[in-house]
């Protein structure tokens, strides 16, 4: 099993859906990252978590929303998809003190 | 606050011929570098990274890379490129009063001719 596991691998939605975008670890890891990467933008920081009771807004947070259920879980929430909200999505964890991030495999998300 | 450019957004090169993919960084103190490949459907793996110390870093997969300070660049090489190699290359910059966060340069996609 992959170390960060996101789910779903692939999803369309519709304008003004609500969807949810999973994230799951096994490497222990206290930190946790939302990004989006877009073609010529690079990955940017939605939202972050350095542990269950720290939720921290990353540059683009608007329209985003997050919940870090667990320590190994951190669910990235599009509470009313726009079509600018499609991208593709991945999910990170680092140790605390340490840049040895780890990404997931990544969410593709359309939204129509 | 950090920023990173990578000033090509597309490079082709023939496979065994030499690559050099540019990475500028802004910030005011000595960063933390990074590069990290993306293959297609994949997650980012990282390449190499520079804290401190040998400006020449070296890397897995036969790349290195080197810190210039006076030129705020962190410029990714390998001698021979492989066809295996096509993917989106990012170089990331963190710093040291921002808790390991990473600020990504937009990307250069390397493509391979054989």
């Known amino acids: 099993d992959a170390d960060v596991t996101q789910t779903p691998r692939n999803r369309i939605t519709k304008t003004g859906k609500r969807i949810m975008l999973e994230c799951s670890q096994t490497?222990?890891?206290?930190?946790m990252y939302w990004y989006r990467q877009d073609p010529g933008l690079g990955l940017r920081l939605i939202y972050y978590s350095f542990d269950v009771k720290d939720i921290n807004k990353g540059e683009i947070s608007d329209g985003y929303s997050v919940s870090r259920q667990a320590q190994a879980k951190f669910s990235l929430s599009l509470e009313s998809a726009i079509p600018n909200q499609t991208a593709l999505y991945f999910c990170?964890?680092?140790?605390?003190?340490?840049?040895?991030?780890?990404f997931g495999s990544g969410t593709r998300l359309t939204v129509v | 606050a950090q920023s990173v450019t990578q000033p090509d957004i597309h490079i082709t090169v023939s496979e065994g011929a030499s690559l050099e993919l540019r990475c500028n960084y802004s910030?005011?103190?000595?960063?933390?570098l990074f590069w990290y490949v993306q293959s297609p459907g994949q997650g980012l793996q990282l390449l190499l990274k520079y804290f401190s110390g040998d400006t020449l870093v070296q890397g897995i997969k036969g790349f290195e890379a080197e810190f210039k300070r006076s030129q705020s660049s962190f410029n990714l090489r390998k001698p021979s490129v492989h066809w295996s190699d096509a993917a989106e290359y990012f170089c990331?910059?963190?710093?040291?009063?921002?808790?390991?966060?990473?600020?990504f340069g937009g990307g250069t996609r390397l493509m391979v001719k054989p």
């Open positions: 990170a964890t680092s140790p605390q003190g340490n840049y040895g991030y780890t």
């Open positions: 910030y005011g103190a000595t960063p933390y």
């Open positions: 490497k222990g890891h206290d930190r």
């Open positions: 990331a910059v963190g710093a040291y009063n921002a808790g390991n966060m990473l600020t």
